[in-house]
């Protein structure tokens, strides 16, 4: 996905300190890519949105909750994922700059 290829860029010249984020978002495509294949369907970028987008805004339930309620560290987690992904990184890249002084 070339939105992918395109944060990796970006965030390497900032020196992006959350390297785990960025290889998760990178194994998640991977993932898909992989499971597309092997059930012979041709791989698209929706179905890596749709994948990412879904796991976002699931909420996770526990045994003794009587409400679904999800981590929120891990929501979180795969909420910035899923920007990266889709391509709605302006949010991550801004923080990395922030991080290293630039603006």
Same mark, same amino acid.
């Given at each position: 996905?070339?939105?992918?290829?395109?944060?990796?860029?970006?965030?390497?010249?900032?020196?992006?300190?959350?390297?785990?984020?960025?290889?998760?978002?990178?194994?998640?495509?991977? =993932?898909?890519?992989?499971?597309? /294949?092997?059930?012979? #369907?041709?791989?698209? &970028?929706?179905?890596? %949105?749709?994948?990412?987008?879904?796991?976002?805004?699931?909420?996770?339930?526990?045994?003794?909750?009587?409400?679904?309620?999800?981590?929120?560290? =891990?929501?979180?987690?795969?909420? /910035?994922?899923?920007? #990266?992904?889709?391509? &709605?990184?302006?949010? %991550?890249?801004?923080?990395?700059?922030?991080?290293?002084?630039?603006?």
């Amino acid at each position: 996905m070339s939105n992918l290829h395109k944060i990796f860029k970006e965030l390497q010249k900032l020196d992006y300190d959350d390297f785990d984020l960025l290889c998760d978002a990178w194994r998640e495509s991977t =993932q898909v890519k992989n499971q597309c /294949k092997n059930m012979g #369907i041709k791989y698209k &970028d929706k179905y890596l %949105i749709n994948a990412v987008t879904k796991r976002a805004n699931s909420k996770l339930g526990y045994p003794g909750t009587p409400t679904p309620a999800s981590p929120p560290a =891990q929501n979180n987690r795969d909420k /910035k994922i899923h920007q #990266i992904i889709v391509g &709605d990184n302006l949010d %991550i890249i801004e923080e990395a700059a922030k991080k290293k002084g630039l603006i």
